[in-house]
């Protein structure tokens, strides 16, 4: 008897939440059980803020003051990432989408690759204990836009323009929560769970 070769564990994954929820430090982890990339959008721009590229010198602007970077540039950056070898078993893609646009853009990017979603993972957290996490980590880490100013800005975009998306997954039977509260361990676990379907 051979084993079927068909993965039928989903490898096509979003992770979301606010800033300071944990996104990161949770699709690390869970991409590396499963095998697949974790995609940070984030990490992207920082890198190319680091080694002050065209990219880098564009999107710095507006990571500082906690605004979005424009669709059309960060579209373009997550097209061309996916088209990538080593994600096309899978991806676990955080911080993007974050618009209703790039959402649209997403669905493009996987049709041309006949793909789609399997689903996205929602971290929930309390607004006020993520300040706190996020101001700790502007000391520890040194990012500039770290600032309790920029993160309260940061927070409002988020609120005013990737809340939204929650729903238009919903819609689409894809959000799995998740309690973003508990230890970094026990998030783990729980994200591991939802993947089960517990
Ligand atoms: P956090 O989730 O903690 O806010 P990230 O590292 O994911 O931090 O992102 C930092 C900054 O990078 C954002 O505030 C934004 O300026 C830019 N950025 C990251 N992802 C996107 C995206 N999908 N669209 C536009 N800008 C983005």
Excluded at 78 to 101: C, H, I, K, N
Aim: without cysteine; glycine residues 10%; negative net charge.
């Amino acid at each position: 008897m051979t084993t079927p070769s068909t993965d039928t564990s989903a490898r096509r994954l979003l992770i979301v939440g606010p800033p300071g929820a944990g996104k990161g430090t949770q699709a690390v982890r869970i991409a590396e059980e499963l095998s697949i990339p974790a995609i940070s959008t984030g990490d992207i721009f920082r890198a190319n803020v680091s080694g002050e590229t065209e990219l880098g010198v564009l999107a710095k602007s507006f990571m500082d003051s906690g605004e979005y970077v424009p669709d059309s540039v960060t579209n373009d950056m997550v097209r061309s990432r996916l088209a990538e070898d080593d994600a096309a078993s899978g991806f676990l893609l955080d911080g993007y989408p974050r618009t209703l646009d790039q959402v649209e853009a997403l669905d493009g990017m996987l049709s041309e690759l006949e793909t789609s979603l399997d689903a996205v993972l929602l971290l929930v957290v309390e607004t006020e204990e993520v300040v706190g996490r996020l101001v700790e980590r502007g000391k520890e880490q040194g990012r500039s836009d770290d600032t309790e100013e920029t993160i309260r800005k940061r927070l409002d975009v988020y609120a005013e323009q990737t809340a939204p998306l929650i729903d238009v997954y919903e819609k689409r039977g894809l959000v799995r929560r998740v309690d973003g509260m508990a230890s970094i361990d026990e998030v783990t676990a729980a994200l591991r769970g939802a993947l089960a379907g517990r």
